[in-house]
């Protein structure tokens, strides 16, 4: 597995792992971005999944 972000990391068969929630399998969906999250008073980048609407093809 390769990691793509920090928590984050993809293997070539189609199979992911996310810290919180395990392993997974990939969507054709699926979004894999950074989000910033403050947490306190320091603002942190996380790994987190959009999975893609309808109206976000057209």
Same mark, same amino acid.
């Given at each position: &597995?390769? /990691?793509? $972000?920090? +928590?984050? /990391?993809?293997?070539?068969?189609?199979? %992911?792992?996310?810290? @919180?929630? +395990? #392993? $997974?399998?990939?969507? %054709? @969906? &699926?979004?894999?971005?950074?989000?910033?999250?403050?947490?306190?008073? *320091?603002? *942190? /980048?996380?790994?987190?999944?959009? #999975?893609?609407?309808?109206?976000d093809e057209d």
């Open positions: &597995m390769k /990691q793509q $972000f920090i +928590g984050l /990391q993809h293997c070539n068969c189609g199979i %992911s792992w996310k810290k @919180d929630i +395990g #392993y $997974f399998e990939r969507t %054709s @969906d &699926m979004v894999f971005a950074l989000q910033r999250k403050t947490v306190g008073k *320091k603002t *942190k /980048q996380m790994p987190v999944i959009i #999975y893609k609407t309808k109206t």
